[in-house]
């Protein structure tokens, strides 16, 4: 009886483990900064950068993928995500409109309490849903310290 050979399995592809990712990383890095570019700019691959644009598109928008509307979660997480990449407050506040909410602030302490915990959102991601900061402290989401005061920007008196 002759005994069935069986075809060596193929080796695992490399090219998208952790390791082969970190190594592409470090090696742009490394030559962008003996190559005589700025080393104090950091930019992102190109993948992270069409995912950066795509988020800010759907914020502006209001839109997941031109389909359905952004639900109050997903504006979250988009702007919690934006934020990790180190996009700034300000760009994001161009493109997004903050919601307003008629949701009496007791009803949210709980929810908000459960969700922080759950997700861990930056506190700063929930102004973009209409969450106050009264509502962010009761929940324990910011500390006790007193409340920061608005920025008043004050315009210099023109002289005609």
Sequence with gaps: MAKTIRPTPKPPNRRGSPEAIEKRRVARLFNDILGGRRAGAHTHD???EKRRQRLMRE????KVRGARELK???VLQRVNELLDLGEPMSSIRKVTRVRRTAVPAESMVEVVSRLHRAYGFRPECYRFVGVTEDVLRSAGVLGGDAPRKARTRRRAARTA
């Design 72 to 74: 109050p979660l997903d």
């Design 46 to 48: 190109g993948r992270t």
């Design 59 to 62: 914020l502006e928008s209001g």
